[in-house]
Nanobody, 125 residues
C-alpha cells in the first residue's frame, strides 16, 4: 500500500501558474504509474494527466494539453503537475493517484488503486 499527499494548491489569477506536488510514502515509488485527476463542484472526477513508471511516457487530457506538464522524480518519491496559463475552468480539487499494475498511466479512474486526499486549486477571473 502507498500513501499519497498532495500539496501546492491555492488561489491564483487567470493566466498564472501553480505547481502541484504529490509525495508518496513508499520507496518503491518507481513501481507505480501515476496520474492526476480533478473534480470541480457538481461535476464528476476527470482525468488530467498521467505518467509512466519511468517517466518516459506521458498523456494529457485535451483540455490541459500544452498548458500542464506532468513529471516525476523517483529519487524523491514525488510526482509533479506544473500548471501554466491557468483558466477559471481549471478550478477544482486536484487528486494524485497511483497504479501498481500498468507500466503507463491510465486515463481511467478505475485504473488506479491509491488516491491522495486532494488539494484545492482556485483560479480567479
Amino acid at each position: 500500500q502507498v500513501q499519497l499527499v498532495e500539496s501546492g494548491g491555492g488561489l491564483v489569477q487567470a493566466g498564472g501558474s501553480l505547481r502541484l506536488s504529490c509525495a508518496a510514502s513508499r520507496r518503491t515509488f518507481s513501481n507505480y504509474a501515476m496520474g492526476w485527476f480533478r473534480q470541480a463542484p457538481g461535476k464528476e472526477r476527470e482525468f488530467v494527466a498521467a505518467i509512466s513508471k519511468s517517466g518516459a511516457n506521458t498523456r494529457y487530457a485535451d483540455s490541459v494539453k500544452g498548458r500542464f506538464t506532468i513529471s516525476r522524480d523517483n529519487a524523491k518519491n514525488t510526482v509533479y503537475l506544473q500548471m501554466n496559463s491557468l483558466k477559471p475552468e481549471d478550478t477544482a480539487v486536484y487528486y494524485c493517484a497511483a497504479d501498481p499494475t500498468r507500466t503507463d498511466g491510465s486515463s481511467l479512474i478505475r485504473g488506479y488503486d491509491y488516491w491522495g486526499q486532494g488539494t484545492q486549486v482556485t483560479v480567479s477571473s
